[in-house]
């Protein structure tokens, strides 16, 4: 007799026949069939739950919902071992480990992730087997057990390299270095972190510039581990090249890649060494101020001067008088990922940070008011005394104040780290209330070796003597969001763009003429670019890159010119000035910020000038005005922006009204 295939359905249909009192002969054989068919149904589905309640685990445990993380994969884990699903049981328990490890119950998340490597190497799950071994040995280090944590990520070590998991390798070197660390074995600390540098490195090649950023944010711990190494043995030096090493490395390499002579070449540029850091604070004639944030611990501090002279000063971050909010304490690893997210691993300075922010009024991302009109200026008052500027003061530039130049006049670049590029540095306030910029001429660039690369821009935009000059306010706005809604006009942004025009000899370009196709022609043959509009930070994204300045729309565009449109362009500017709202501001990454300024300098710009936040309409007028009268008369523009600041803040007070722009890059 040939049987039919019944499945869950026709088991229903059958148990329904019997409830209301039809019956036929069915033969045995038939009803075995139909009761494994059923149970191999009923086992898919409970898989297909324990599957659910894994994910959701997850996704509550993203949102620090740890206890009904643990009940989701509670649950999980009790249907995994009723249907004896053995690799998802493992699964369920290393995510469980992982919960407990983040809410430092250690021995609870020893107990699971033995559980799982015993799992593991029962089934022969080579990759499950590394992954239980990394985190017992982070469970280990936890405790102060550094014998066990170096054994267990040895073993990792071992396996990662047996199966060829490089990422995993990577990570293995990482903590087994950091744990050396630990253990005072610092020889044998510092070998093991280059490797694992050098294994980050070999993944980063071949990559596009977005890969290279995204892969990025996964390596930044061996090149902080190894800092902190160096430190230890007193090799400053060293440490100070391993910081440039680790930071902004795809940023150089897509703005070495453009200035290449062909693009059939490859290109390969080598972090810069000590001499080479000496030189280009020479050929710079600046002071370089370079920041590494070394989690929740410390915050080194590296000033490089004219002359070669560098020193190194050390600030202890545990000391500093920050409240945090109970949700933000310490520092968790994510279950998902096994490791540290970059925004949870510098709270203490973050939180400084935005408190700066919040004295200035300054902060959030204010995006329910890009489409409103900049807002005017607070009235003429008293010098203000602001605590919170003065403890970043206090921070920032108190270690270091006696290194720096006396002469106003003389540069000082700051290259920031991290959260620190939020940091309106022009508007520290030392303990007398004098804003930093009354003292000192100030630049920022997002790590040194930029600067040697943006110097190469200038002196190949100097060469054209290009004398078009491009200047852009207030434009038929375009329409953003979902639904459509038109941003609203800015007219202070037009009269500011008809007098800028005037003094740089030109045409002001407004309203409907300024659309995003003409605009872009004509920024490919402008020496000096002035955009006075809207600028958007959040709202627009395109190929993962935050930011765009909105232009008159035309045609089928929809007048919004984005970042990833401008990394796309060929500029030959000298200076751009994005007079507009976060123009500076973008994603905080390994590799820095992505966003507007990444992509003119990436475009080949030596020079811009970016606001930090929202700024104000008439100040902002006043400011960019004086800029360029102070250009005229001197063609520094760090200096010139300087003396435009110090004169805008006698009508204007609040650093909230003059302090949003920083010049990044070139100061001539």
């Given at each position: 007799?040939?049987?039919?295939?019944?499945?869950?359905?026709?088991?229903?249909?059958?148990?329904?026949?019997?409830?209301?009192?039809?019956?036929?002969?069915?033969?045995?054989s038939?009803?075995?069939?139909?009761?494994?068919?059923?149970?191999?149904?009923?086992?898919?589905?409970?898989?297909?739950?324990?599957?659910?309640?894994?994910?959701?685990?997850?996704?509550?445990?993203?949102?620090?919902?740890?206890?009904?993380?643990?009940?989701?994969?509670q649950?999980?884990?009790?249907i995994?071992?009723?249907?004896?699903?053995?690799?998802?049981?493992?699964?369920?328990?290393?995510?469980?480990?992982?919960?407990?490890?983040?809410?430092?119950?250690?021995?609870?998340?020893?107990?699971?992730?033995?559980?799982?490597?015993?799992?593991?190497?029962?089934?022969?799950?080579?990759?499950?087997?590394?992954?239980?071994?990394g985190?017992?040995?982070?469970?280990?280090?936890?405790?102060?057990?550094?014998?066990?944590?170096?054994?267990?990520?040895?073993?990792?070590?071992?396996?990662?390299?047996?199966?060829?998991?490089?990422?995993?390798?990577?990570?293995?070197?990482?903590?087994?270095?950091?744990?050396?660390?630990?253990?005072?074995?610092?020889?044998?600390?510092?070998?093991t972190?280059?490797?694992?540098?050098?294994?980050?490195?070999?993944?980063?090649?071949?990559?596009?510039?977005?890969?290279?950023?995204?892969?990025?944010?996964?390596?930044?711990?061996?090149?902080v581990?190894?800092?902190?190494?160096?430190?230890a043995?007193?090799?400053?030096?060293?440490?100070?090249?391993?910081?440039?090493?680790?930071?902004?490395?795809?940023?150089?390499?897509?703005?070495?890649?453009?200035?290449?002579?062909?693009?059939?070449?490859?290109?390969?540029?080598?972090?810069?060494?000590?001499?080479?850091?000496?030189?280009?604070?020479?050929?710079?004639?600046?002071t370089?101020?370079?920041?590494s944030?070394?989690?929740?611990?410390?915050?080194?501090i590296?000033?490089?001067?004219?002359?070669g002279?560098?020193?190194?000063?050390?600030?202890?971050?545990?000391?500093?008088?920050?409240?945090?909010?109970?949700?933000?304490?310490?520092?968790?690893?994510?279950?998902?990922?096994?490791?540290?997210?970059?925004?949870?691993?510098?709270?203490?300075?973050?939180?400084?940070?935005?408190?700066?922010?919040?004295?200035?009024?300054?902060?959030?991302?204010?995006?329910?008011?890009?489409?409103a009109?900049?807002?005017?200026?607070?009235?003429?008052?008293?010098?203000?005394?602001?605590?919170?500027?003065?403890?970043?003061?206090?921070?920032?530039?108190?270690?270091?104040?006696?290194?720096?130049?006396?002469?106003?006049?003389?540069?000082?670049?700051?290259?920031?780290?991290?959260?620190?590029?939020?940091?309106?540095?022009?508007?520290?306030?030392?303990?007398?209330?004098?804003?930093?910029?009354?003292k000192?001429?100030?630049?920022?660039?997002?790590?040194?070796?930029?600067?040697?690369?943006?110097?190469?821009?200038?002196?190949k935009?100097?060469?054209?003597?290009?004398?078009?000059?491009?200047?852009?306010?207030?434009?038929?706005?375009?329409?953003?969001?979902?639904?459509?809604?038109?941003?609203?006009?800015?007219?202070?942004?037009?009269?500011?763009?008809?007098?800028?025009?005037?003094?740089?000899?030109?045409?002001?370009?407004?309203?409907?003429?300024?659309?995003?196709?003409?605009?872009?022609?004509?920024?490919?043959?402008?020496?000096?670019?002035?955009?006075?509009?809207?600028?958007?930070?959040?709202?627009?994204?395109?190929?993962?890159?935050?930011?765009?300045?909105?232009?008159?729309?035309?045609?089928?565009?929809?007048?919004?010119?984005?970042?990833?449109?401008?990394?796309?362009?060929?500029?030959?500017?000298?200076?751009?000035?994005?007079?507009?709202?976060?123009?500076?501001?973008?994603?905080?990454?390994?590799?820095?910020?992505?966003?507007?300024?990444?992509?003119l300098?990436?475009?080949?710009?030596?020079?811009?000038?970016?606001?930090?936040?929202?700024?104000?309409?008439?100040?902002?007028?006043?400011?960019?005005?004086?800029?360029?009268?102070?250009?005229?008369?001197?063609?520094?523009?760090?200096?010139a922006?300087?003396?435009?600041?110090?004169?805008?803040?006698?009508?204007?007070?609040n650093?909230?009204?003059?302090?949003?722009?920083?010049?990044?890059?070139?100061?001539?």
């Open positions: 007799m040939k049987l039919q295939k019944i499945g869950l359905s026709a088991l229903i249909s059958i148990l329904a026949a019997l409830t209301v009192g039809e019956f036929r002969f069915i033969p045995n038939q009803f075995k069939i139909i009761n494994s068919q059923a149970l191999a149904q009923t086992q898919v589905e409970r898989k297909a739950e324990a599957d659910r309640l894994l994910q959701q685990g997850l996704q509550q445990l993203k949102i620090s919902q740890f206890q009904a993380a643990l009940q989701s994969w649950q999980a884990l009790i995994y071992r009723q249907i004896k699903d053995r690799q998802s049981e493992g699964k369920a328990l290393g995510s469980l480990g992982l919960a407990y490890y983040s809410l430092g119950d250690y021995a609870k998340a020893i107990e699971y992730q033995q559980q799982l490597l015993a799992i593991a190497r029962e089934i022969k799950d080579r990759q499950s087997e590394g992954k239980a071994l985190s017992l040995g982070l469970a280990y280090l936890s405790l102060g057990d550094y014998a066990k944590a170096i054994e267990y990520q040895q073993q990792l070590l071992a396996i990662a390299r047996e199966i060829k998991d490089r990422q995993s390798e990577r990570t293995a070197l990482n903590n087994l270095g950091r744990d050396l660390y630990k253990s005072g074995n610092l020889s044998a600390a510092e070998k972190l280059l490797d694992s540098i050098k294994v980050s490195e070999s993944l980063r090649a071949g990559l596009d510039d977005a890969n290279k950023v995204s892969i990025f944010e996964t390596q930044t711990n061996p090149y581990n190894l800092q902190q190494v160096f430190i043995q007193k090799k400053t030096n060293d440490a100070l090249e391993i910081a440039e090493r680790g930071r902004a490395r795809a940023f150089v390499e897509l703005l070495a890649s453009r200035q290449a002579p062909s693009a059939s070449v490859p290109t390969t540029i080598n972090p810069p060494n000590i001499q080479q850091i000496k030189q280009i604070a020479k050929e710079q004639n600046a370089l101020v370079e920041y944030i070394i989690r929740n611990e410390a915050l080194y590296w000033v490089i001067k004219p002359t002279e560098i020193t190194f000063r050390s600030v202890d971050i545990k000391s500093l008088d920050i409240n945090l909010p109970e949700a933000t304490e310490g520092t968790r690893v994510s279950a998902a990922t096994g490791r540290r997210g970059l925004n949870e691993q510098y709270t203490a300075i973050s939180e400084m940070i935005r408190g700066t922010r919040d004295a200035l009024g300054v902060s959030g991302d204010i995006t329910n008011q890009q489409a009109n900049r807002p005017n200026s607070t009235p003429a008052e008293p010098r203000i005394i602001y605590p919170k500027l003065q403890q970043s003061y206090q921070l920032l530039i108190q270690p270091i104040a006696d290194l720096l130049p006396a002469d106003p006049n003389a540069a000082i670049i700051f290259i920031p780290h991290q959260s620190l590029f939020l940091v309106p540095f022009v508007a520290l306030q030392d303990p007398a209330g004098q804003y930093l910029i009354e000192h001429t100030i630049l920022t660039a997002p790590a040194i070796q930029i600067l040697q690369l943006t110097r190469q821009s200038r002196q935009v100097r060469q054209l003597s290009l004398q078009n000059n491009l200047v852009v306010g207030n434009p038929t706005m375009p329409k953003i969001g979902n639904p459509p809604r038109q941003l609203d006009p800015l007219p202070g942004s037009e009269q500011e763009a008809i007098i800028i025009a005037k003094l740089l000899n030109t045409q002001a370009i407004t309203g409907s003429q300024a659309t995003k196709s003409s605009i872009v022609q004509q920024m490919l043959k402008a020496r000096i670019i002035h955009l006075a509009t809207h600028g958007l930070l959040n709202e627009v994204k395109r190929r993962d890159l935050p930011g765009a300045i909105a232009l008159a729309p035309s045609g089928n565009d929809d007048g919004l010119l984005t970042s990833s449109e401008i990394l796309d362009l060929k500029l030959n500017a000298e200076l751009v000035v994005l007079s507009a709202c976060n123009t500076g501001r973008g994603k905080l990454t390994g590799d820095g910020v992505l966003g507007l300024s990444r992509a300098i990436s475009a080949g710009v030596p020079s811009i000038i970016v606001s930090l936040w929202f700024v104000p309409d008439d100040s902002t007028a006043e400011l960019m005005a004086e800029f360029y009268r102070q250009l005229q008369q001197n063609p520094n523009k760090a200096q922006l300087r003396q435009a600041m110090l004169i805008t803040m006698k009508m204007h007070p650093p909230q009204d003059w302090a949003a722009f920083t010049l990044i890059g070139e100061a001539e």
